[in-house]
């Protein structure tokens, strides 16, 4: 019963007297964490909690990814971005590990300072190593890896990656590219592991590599299956062009990658900007809705490639059907990536008049946010610094050595020329690519298009040719060959193509060596020495008529920074063991030429020589 005194003064100390009675005596009872942010509980569970917290705007924003140079962390949790990416070549000033993780951090810092503190999810192009920061290792590109034909080293690649990128902050990686490159004319080849399903089906091991056995496990990163589906069957090998084959021959030569990746738990899957049969992929209901996520069982989520719904009515920018026919086709997350505020109208304008459901975009937002706690970034946002140590290490680089050596393969070699012995006489290198980190490393390659010179730190071909010899043996470079004579014992001469990356890598005409090179060979031939060529190259050249004049011929594709693996193949530390993951034309004309089309090719799928 309440006792009221006289006055209201007295009531009024009764009352404050009350109320610092119960303050000491019930300590405050801080409010329970919500639901979604209490890591015991089931992720279904904290993923239901979470989006009944969330707006539609909220959830429009987890659907957005930005490219970081126009969204800077504060503008990027203001507008609620779920995700960023750098473009190929997009780096921190100075392009540094450190640099990296502290650029990561900070998007992290501001992301969780928001109401709902959801982490974005930043991806990159680490497609052969962490290739966009200078000291990286870089491994060799796929159609090496695709010679190696060996899905464990595939797979141990993947984990040395995911250790270089989870060092730099960044937790989700565009790669494996699965494409079946079936014209060596497309730019994109050396992304392929095979012209075949077979190798880039086996070598879907990249994905276990990089994923590791559970998401939040350490170093684990988001792997992406990539261009689904026939980015490699464009008729001419026309970058983003359209691949016209029955569904039969879709699902025979081009699906069977991304069944595998998904049996391995692939998180997430890239779209392709080429068309089936005249249909842009990006409209793809058919194949995102009913074949990837219904037939195939495919529970992470679907991104857009890089203002890929932009090209669906082949004019410049997306229009509000684009935006709708994309992710009402399947589309999860639109790598938009500098229009985010342009994106995010008209994706709620759609919404709100009701041309795209909400079940579309909260089943976005599910499969989304389902990836974020699996991967742990509510848990642990930052940078596990622990890790960034592995950049570019020496462990690392011994990695890709050993897949430098498996990946070559000799494909002739006359008198047994090969392996050289590492004394016994002079031995002269020339050829444009000898020299140089840049055109041995090839395309997405610290930019997105890659550059010739000393763009990052490794061995070049020459430089482990040096290394290798005995130190008795005089190893003379001269690029163009000049000063060769009959003095030597050889001459080996390396080279091939120039990076390059993507349409700029397209080949509709010619596909044999350049002028420079053709110059180079002559005058070595004119010395009358043994010529040893090692082409440094994306694709298969068109070399037949060149072939009689050279005594010996290694592939070595577009090995990395660590050229020393050829050296090792050269004068026989390893025996080589690689084999063609694509058929070796006899001539431009064939192209496309591939395994069991009845055509004769210089050299067919699945050769290679050894010692
Ligand atoms: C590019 C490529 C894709 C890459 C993306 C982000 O255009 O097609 O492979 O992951 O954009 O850089």
Redesign the pocket.
């Known amino acids: 019963m309440t006792r009221w005194l006289g006055t209201t003064r007295s009531r009024l100390a009764l009352a404050l007297t009350a109320v610092a009675c119960t303050a000491a005596v019930t300590p405050a009872v801080a409010a329970a964490p919500p639901a979604y942010r209490d890591a015991t509980r089931p992720v279904a569970d904290r993923v239901d909690d979470l989006m009944a917290r969330m707006s539609l705007q909220d959830k429009i924003g987890q659907m957005t990814q930005a490219e970081r140079l126009a969204a800077d962390p504060g503008a990027a949790a203001a507008a609620g971005i779920g995700s960023i ?1 750098s ?2 070549g997009s780096a921190p000033t100075p392009n540094t590990a450190e640099a990296w993780a502290d650029m990561y951090d900070a998007y992290q810092r501001a992301a969780i300072a928001a109401p709902l503190g959801i982490p974005i999810i930043y991806g990159v ?1 680490a497609v052969h190593g962490h290739n966009n920061v200078h000291g990286a290792t870089i491994f060799p590109h796929n159609i090496g890896l695709g010679a190696t034909n060996d899905p464990g080293l595939v797979e141990r690649i993947g984990r040395a990656t995911a250790e270089e990128v989870a060092g730099t902050g960044i937790d989700w990686d ?1 790669a494996p590219c699965l494409c079946v490159a079936r014209n060596d004319r497309w730019g994109r080849t050396y992304e392929s592991f095979g012209e075949t399903p077979e190798r880039p089906t086996a070598m879907a091991s990249a994905v276990t590599g990089l994923q590791g056995s559970t998401l939040d496990g350490p170093a684990s990163v988001l792997a992406t299956a ?2 689904y589906v026939g980015d490699g069957g464009t008729t001419g090998g026309d970058d983003q062009g359209n691949t016209e084959v029955d569904e039969a021959g879709l699902r025979a030569v081009h699906l069977p990658p991304f069944q595998a990746a998904i049996e391995r738990g692939v998180g997430s899957v ?1 779209i392709s ?1 080429s068309s089936w049969n005249g249909v842009k992929m990006h409209t793809g209901d058919y194949l995102i809705n009913d074949v990837l996520k219904g037939e195939l069982g495919f529970t992470g989520f679907v991104v857009s ?2 203002q890929a719904i932009d090209k669906i009515d082949g004019q410049e920018g997306f229009t509000a059907d684009e935006v709708r026919d994309s992710v009402n086709a399947g589309l999860d997350m639109i ?1 938009v990536p500098n229009e985010y505020q342009e994106f995010m109208a008209l994706l709620r304008a759609e919404v709100e008049a009701g041309r795209v459901p909400m079940e579309r975009i909260d089943d976005a937002n599910r499969r989304i946010l389902t990836k974020k706690f699996e991967l742990g970034l509510f848990e642990r946002p930052f940078t596990d610094r622990s890790l960034t140590g592995t950049v570019g290490s020496a462990e690392h680089r011994e990695l890709a050595r050993e897949a430098v050596r498996e990946s070559q393969v000799l494909l002739k070699n006359d008198g047994n020329l090969l392996p050289l012995a590492k004394d016994g006489g002079k031995i002269f290198v020339a050829g444009k690519n000898a020299d140089d980190i840049g055109n041995q490393s090839g395309g997405w390659t610290i930019s997105w298009q890659g550059g010739s010179g000393p763009i990052t730190s490794g061995t070049t071909i020459l430089r482990g040719i040096q290394q290798a010899v005995s130190p008795g043996t005089e190893v003379t470079y001269d690029r163009n060959g000049n000063g060769i004579d009959g003095s030597y014992r050889a001459a080996i001469a390396v080279v091939g193509e120039t990076p390059y990356a ?1 349409g700029e890598g397209d080949r509709p005409e010619g596909m044999g060596l350049d002028e420079e090179d053709q110059t180079t060979l002559a005058r070595l031939q004119e010395s009358g020495v043994p010529v040893i060529v090692v082409t440094v190259s994306g694709r298969p050249l068109d070399i037949a008529a060149d072939l009689p004049e050279w005594d010996a011929l290694l592939a070595a594709w577009l090995p990395g920074t660590e050229g020393a693996g050829i050296a090792d193949v050269l004068f026989g530390d390893h025996n080589p063991t690689g084999t063609l993951p694509m058929t070796w034309m006899a001539g431009a004309d064939q192209q496309p030429i591939n395994d069991g089309d009845g055509q004769k090719p210089l050299f067919p799928y699945g050769y290679g020589l050894n010692y």
Do not use: I, R, V
């Open positions: 990416l473009g190929g192009d565009f990539k261009h890239m900007y490639d890089w790598m993507e």
